[in-house]
């Protein structure tokens, strides 16, 4: 019996992977300052920062209102750590390279966030490392792709 094309088109959707659509991610240390936070968060024109660890192990999320909200009342934007107000490792939500992008974009509405880390588990200790980042820009991106040419040049 022939598959419906419903069916047919949910199948190649689940094909595609976040290793196809995903950005460079972009990091910052514990020990950066909000204030350079802020300054990189314009300067790469991006809503979501991650903060690592020395190898890049993921420590942290910084999206946008967590720095509007360190900058709310605080003068001492200069010598605040973002640690003292970046999500934290273990309550970060994550994806990796060959999970599909829909998996991902359905974490993201879950948890109501903008964007995922992309990680890489490194051994059995729990630590990973960013690849990349996955944002609702990119599955934005990908949607038209989509319209545009046929999913075929995403498989
Ligand atoms: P904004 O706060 O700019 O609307 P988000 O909705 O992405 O952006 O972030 C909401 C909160 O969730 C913030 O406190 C942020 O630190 C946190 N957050 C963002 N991304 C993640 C993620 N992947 N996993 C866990 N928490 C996250």
Do not use: W
């Not at 598959?3 to 196809?20: H, N, P």
């Not at 991650?50 to 999206?63: C, D, K, P, Y």
């Amino acid at each position: 019996m022939e598959k419906s094309a419903d069916i047919e088109i949910s199948e190649q959707i689940l094909k595609v992977k976040v290793g196809q659509v995903k950005s460079l991610a972009v990091v910052v240390s514990e020990e950066t300052s909000v204030y350079d936070a802020v300054v990189t968060m314009f300067l790469e024109d991006v809503g979501t920062l991650f903060v690592v660890q020395s190898g890049g192990i993921l420590a942290g999320v910084l999206s946008r209102k967590d720095l509007l909200k360190a900058t709310l009342g605080n003068s001492e934007i200069n010598k605040t750590p973002v640690s003292v107000v970046m999500t934290r490792m273990p309550n970060i939500v994550v994806c990796t390279l060959e999970e599909s992008v829909y998996d991902a974009a359905r974490k993201m509405i879950e948890h109501q966030v903008d964007a995922l880390p992309v990680v890489k588990p490194l051994d059995n200790s729990g630590r990973l490392e960013v690849v990349g980042r996955i944002s609702k820009t990119n599955i934005t991106k990908l949607f038209v792709e989509l319209g545009r040419g046929g999913i075929s040049s995403f498989n």
